[in-house]
């Protein structure tokens, strides 16, 4: 395999860089007051129709050291986010964002889809947060503004500007981790300044159960990020920022170990990525920009997984212009975009495909009075394979009183179908037969939301649904060892709530948060059933005092209800489980150390049922699907540094 490595030695080099020059520190912000890029429209929180959830730099400081090297953690904190087990046995993961599937799911880093039009299984996986500034989430069908990658709604990465501290921090788990992360920014001169993060990553292979086989997969892993920012004194801009993830994962059986038949099982990821995009922004007049955005992917993976190998390459070029302005009331933009996807394996030639995919989008948002502000969207996507689609998306802010906030939105979209479905991903894609039949899934989603605010507290409520037409989905084929995608006979029906509550008094700091899920299918016999792999209910509450010179202590309490498992021969519905965590770390001027106690009741599925299925499935798979955690008690003690 063609791979692109950087050494160990790049990293070490990079963390000898003289020490950046600090800004002084920046008043605090409130969420309210942050201006959000996701939604393309450039409003306050507060000011925006569309429902939009932000995690701010504080809520992102108090997570990133409980897992520094990726995104899981930090992203199970927003309700009606569910980070879901893929490839199971090499750790995977995807986000479901209000009970639809992870491939449905637009993640952005600075308005541009570096990880790809889709996220794979380890993309958020080898993202290290340490360089963000916040997380914009816009749940719902996001089509109307992003095309068919946003389906299911748009993540938004947002990373620090230069001028702040840099950071060094090294972290220590008890389950084998090891992290080694530095964030290093130069202060803006003439208007131009620097940010960089670069990470290296270890992880050894775990069997907590004793049965030869790793509960937690091992890998090795180091990325590079380096980013440049230009301001002009006319309110102009560029952004550019390149990318580098070397990693190479494994899982299955333990070295010189078998399973219980007297075999051993072979399962392998090697990952290399490459990639680079710019914004520019340009006021035309008082009134009038231009704004364009540009960004390509290559993505190089090979695969062990038992006695097959497997090699693909994935790249995804994209590009758009938008025209925006403002008069009379109302703040349109206008734009068009264009998007390339391919995957190429000789391996596989089943497996590939080639879309070129472009469009023309509107936006117009209203505001007749202080009370009320409209907002239509539309898009037009001209897919080369599946035809042209139109997807629309309207929605509305009403203030009846200075307390009270209530939104109201519904979209239309549609997705094309891809191999990157988890049951494909789970093995390889080998295992697929070509893509003949299937056609493009077709969504509709609406939403109202509710936000009451006072003094110390706030609370958020939700109802949603959505439903999504003529759902790809996998089974096994005539063929042996083989998987089809097909469109299922009957729609996939959502419907759910969310409950926010957030309580701040002087170092207190209180949110608890409730998500309740109802998600159905047709069922292969006739009827309906309830989806697998999503918890009917789900609760988190976290009690956080902080002080921000001298350090923070905290407790978190979360609980994952039932669940619908498909072909699990130890069980059909997933027991419920309680996790407790407890938080801690202390600041001595420019260092602060972290001690963390994760998942004290020590729930691990492999407590409930064995892990390794008595004989292995058509496809192949040596273990069920997970729908519990794997690592159990967990301690991790970590030493962060100001630079």
């Not at 102009?236 to 038949?261: C, H, I, K, N, W």
């Not at 392998?268 to 009038?288: A, E, V």
């Not at 350090?551 to 021969?569: A, W």
Request: hydrophobic share 40%.
């Amino acid at each position: 395999m063609h791979a692109l490595r950087w050494p160990l030695l790049t990293v070490l080099c990079l963390t000898a860089l003289p020490p950046a020059v600090w800004a002084d520190e920046e008043e605090e912000e409130s969420i309210d007051t942050i201006v959000v890029t996701g939604t393309r429209s450039g409003n306050l929180v507060r000011d925006e129709p569309i429902r939009v959830e932000v995690l701010p730099e504080e809520e992102i400081e108090e997570n990133l050291t409980v897992q520094p090297g990726n995104l899981s953690t930090l992203l199970s904190e927003l309700g009606g986010l569910h980070i879901q087990s893929t490839a199971p046995g090499l750790g995977g993961a995807t986000l479901r964002m209000r009970g639809l599937s992870g491939r449905h799911t637009l993640v952005l880093q600075d308005g541009l889809p570096l990880l790809g039009a889709q996220t794979d299984a380890f993309g958020l996986l080898q993202t290290p947060p340490l360089d963000l500034a916040r997380v914009e989430v816009i749940k719902g069908v996001g089509s109307a503004l992003y095309g068919g990658s946003a389906l299911g709604g748009v993540l938004n990465l947002a990373s620090r500007a230069p001028g702040g501290e840099s950071e060094m921090l090294l972290n220590r788990s008890s389950r084998g981790a090891t992290d080694v992360v530095g964030f290093f920014s130069g202060p803006p001169i003439a208007g131009l300044g620097y940010t960089l993060i670069a990470g290296a990553h270890d992880q050894s292979r775990e069997d907590l159960n004793s049965d030869a086989w790793a509960d937690l997969a091992g890998y090795r892993r180091y990325t590079l990020r380096p980013r440049v920012f230009w301001e002009g004194d006319a309110g102009q801009s560029v952004f550019a920022t390149v990318g580098f993830v070397d990693e190479d994962r494994y899982g299955g059986t333990m070295p010189r170990r078998t399973l219980a038949d007297g075999s051993a099982f072979r399962d392998s990821l090697q990952t290399r990525r490459i990639d680079g995009g710019m914004t520019m922004h340009f006021n035309i007049t008082g009134d009038h920009a231009l704004d364009t955005r540009w960004s390509a992917t290559r993505l190089e993976r090979e695969r062990d997984f038992a006695a097959q190998r497997v090699e693909d390459r994935q790249t995804t070029a994209f590009a758009e212009g938008t025209l925006s302005g403002h008069s009379q009331g109302h703040k349109w933009l206008a734009g068009l975009a264009v998007q390339y996807e391919q995957l190429r394996s000789v391996d596989a030639p089943d497996a590939q495909f080639r879309y070129v995919v472009p469009a023309i989008f509107a936006q117009d948002e209203f505001s007749p009075s202080d009370l009320l502000t409209l907002s239509a969207s539309a898009r037009i996507d001209d897919h080369n394979e599946y035809g042209t689609f139109f997807s629309p998306r309207l929605s509305a802010l009403l203030r009846p009183q200075p307390d009270w906030t209530v939104r109201a939105s519904i979209g239309s979209g549609f997705a094309a179908p891809t191999p990157v479905m988890e049951e494909i991903e789970a093995t390889s894609l080998l295992a697929l037969l070509p893509v003949d039949e299937a056609r493009a899934e077709k969504a509709m989603s609406y939403s109202v939301d509710v936000q009451w605010q006072e003094d110390n507290w706030e609370i958020n409520g939700s109802l949603f649904g959505s439903q999504i037409r003529e759902p790809l989905t996998i089974r096994s084929a005539l063929q042996p060892g083989r998987l089809e995608l097909i469109n299922a006979d009957g729609p996939r029906r959502v419907l759910g709530a969310e409950l926010l509550v957030r309580y701040v008094n002087g170092l207190l700091h209180v949110i608890g948060s409730s998500t309740y899920l109802d998600v159905t299918e047709a069922a292969p016999g006739g009827g309906r059933r309830d989806s697998d792999l999503i918890p009917e209910f789900a609760a988190e509450l976290v009690a956080l005092i902080e002080d921000e010179d001298r350090g923070r202590i905290g407790v978190e309490v979360s609980y994952t209800g039932r669940q619908r498992l498909f072909d699990n021969p130890y069980r059909s519905v997933g027991r419920p489980y309680f996790e407790i965590s407890a938080l801690a770390q202390i600041k001595l001027g420019r260092v602060a150390v972290f001690l963390n106690a994760i998942n004290l009741t020590n729930v691990r599925q492999t407590n409930f049922d064995p892990l390794l299925l008595v004989t292995p499935s058509a496809t192949g798979e040596r273990i069920t699907d997970v729908w519990a955690p794997l690592a159990g008690r967990t301690f991790n003690l970590g030493v962060k540094l100001e630079l």
